[in-house]
C-alpha cells in the first residue's frame, strides 16, 4: 500500500531554522517533491530529490534518503510569509502521492 | 499569464445538482490532473490525462466525469451532488507524466454541497 507520513502541525520562530520530516513507504518509486500551500492557496512546487542526498535551493533544502524511506524539508531564516501547509509528495508511476500536510507557524 | 486556471472559484449547490469545473493550462504541458483536498487538507489523485487520454482513474464513482477536449483543457462533472462531494477540487498539469516534472496546481475550486 502507500503511505506517507508527516507530522500534523510544528511551531517555530522567526530567524530560526525548523526541519520538517517525511517518511514513505511505496510500491513505486519515481521522486519526492516538496509543495508549500498557503491557505486558501494552490499548492507551489518547493523541491525535488529522486537520488540521495541534499538539494540546496536558497533558504530551503531538501534531503533524501530512499533506503529509510525519509525525506525532510530544512528552512533557514525563518520568515513569517513561511508559516504554510509544506506537502511531502511521492511519485509512484505516472502519479504524485500526498502526504497530508505539516501546518508550520512562524511566531514573532 | 501562463498558467493553470480553474472556473469557478467558488460553487455553492444542493444535493442531487448536477455542476461541472473548467481548466485550462496555457503551459504547453502534456498532462492534467484533478485533485481532490479534504476538510484534513489531504490531497487525494482523482483522474489524469496526457494528451486527451485517461491514464489514471483512482476510486472514483462514477458520478465524477472527466473531459479532454484538447490537451489545454480538462473538465470535471459531477454528477447527482452528495454532502460528502464538499471540498476543494484542485486542477494540475504538468510536462511529462514522470521525471522531476512538477504538478502546476490552479486556485482550486471550493464546492460546497447543502
Known amino acids: 500500500g502507500q503511505n506517507i507520513d508527516q507530522p500534523t502541525e510544528m511551531t517555530a520562530t522567526e530567524g530560526a531554522i525548523v526541519q520538517i520530516n517525511c517518511t514513505y513507504q511505496?510500491?513505486?518509486?519515481?521522486?519526492l517533491f516538496w509543495y508549500q500551500q498557503h491557505a486558501g492557496e494552490a499548492p507551489t512546487f518547493l523541491s525535488y530529490n529522486v537520488l540521495d542526498g541534499l538539494e540546496e535551493k536558497g533558504r530551503f533544502s531538501s534531503f533524501l534518503s530512499r533506503s529509510k524511506g525519509y525525506s525532510y524539508l530544512l528552512l533557514k531564516e525563518l520568515q513569517m510569509k513561511d508559516s504554510a501547509s509544506y506537502l511531502c509528495?511521492?511519485?509512484?508511476?505516472?502519479?504524485?502521492?500526498f502526504g497530508q500536510g505539516t501546518e508550520l507557524s512562524v511566531k514573532p | 499569464d501562463t498558467a493553470v486556471s480553474q472556473t469557478p472559484k467558488y460553487l455553492v449547490t444542493q444535493m442531487g445538482n448536477d455542476k461541472s469545473i473548467k481548466c485550462e493550462q496555457n503551459l504547453g504541458h502534456d498532462t492534467m490532473y484533478w485533485y481532490k483536498q479534504d476538510s484534513k487538507k489531504f490531497l487525494k489523485i482523482m483522474f489524469s490525462?496526457?494528451?486527451?487520454?485517461?491514464?489514471i482513474n483512482e476510486t472514483v464513482p462514477n458520478r465524477f466525469s472527466p473531459k479532454s477536449p484538447d490537451k489545454a483543457h480538462l473538465n470535471l462533472h459531477i454528477n447527482s451532488l452528495e454532502l460528502g462531494d464538499s471540498a476543494v477540487y484542485f486542477c494540475?498539469?504538468?510536462?511529462?507524466?514522470?521525471?522531476?516534472?512538477?504538478?502546476?496546481f490552479g486556485n482550486g475550486t471550493r464546492l460546497t454541497v447543502t
Open positions: 494540475a498539469s504538468s510536462l511529462a507524466t514522470g521525471g522531476n516534472s512538477p504538478l502546476h
Open positions: 509528495a511521492v511519485r509512484e508511476g505516472g502519479k504524485l502521492i
Open positions: 511505496t510500491s513505486g518509486f519515481n521522486g
Open positions: 490525462y496526457n494528451n486527451k487520454e485517461l491514464i
